[in-house]
Nanobody
Framework: QVQLVESGGGLVQPGGSLRLSCAAS????????MAWYRQAPGKQRELVAT???????NYADSVKGRFTISKDNAKKTVYLQMDSLKPEDPAVYYC?????????????????WGQGTQVTVSS
């Protein structure tokens, strides 16, 4: 059973930066493609960024050029560097992963999630 622990959220001013971390266990991490998602109040969970087992990355248009996803296979951890944060970025951020990258586009298929980490952007 996969276990995911997200951390690194907090309160930041517009234009500021945060680095989120997600530690995974219970999986052969280096075989997995991983993703970050976010869910704002009253909205569906949305895909923010993905990274394949080979390290290729992809981003939602809303965060492209501002967010960077990366991973450390030795630490079984995926990161999300968030720069130039905007008022529309606040949400609870979650990570998840799968052996099949195509599944990352359908977060509703995941049966297990971590607790997430809250990101707040306010002056």
């Amino acid at each position: 059973q996969v276990q995911l622990v997200e951390s690194g959220g907090g309160l930041v001013q517009p234009g500021g930066s945060l680095r989120l971390s997600c530690a995974a266990s219970g999986i052969v991490f280096n075989f997995y493609s991983m993703a970050w998602y976010r869910q704002a109040p009253g909205k569906q969970r949305e895909l923010v960024a993905t990274i394949t087992r080979g390290g290729s990355t992809n981003y939602a248009d809303s965060v492209k050029g501002r967010f960077t996803i990366s991973k450390d296979n030795a630490k079984k951890t995926v990161y999300l560097q968030m720069d130039s944060l905007k008022p529309e970025d606040p949400a609870v951020y979650y990570c998840n992963g799968d052996l099949r990258i195509s599944r990352l586009s359908n977060p509703e298929l995941f049966g297990s999630w971590g607790q997430g980490t809250q990101v707040t952007v306010s002056s």
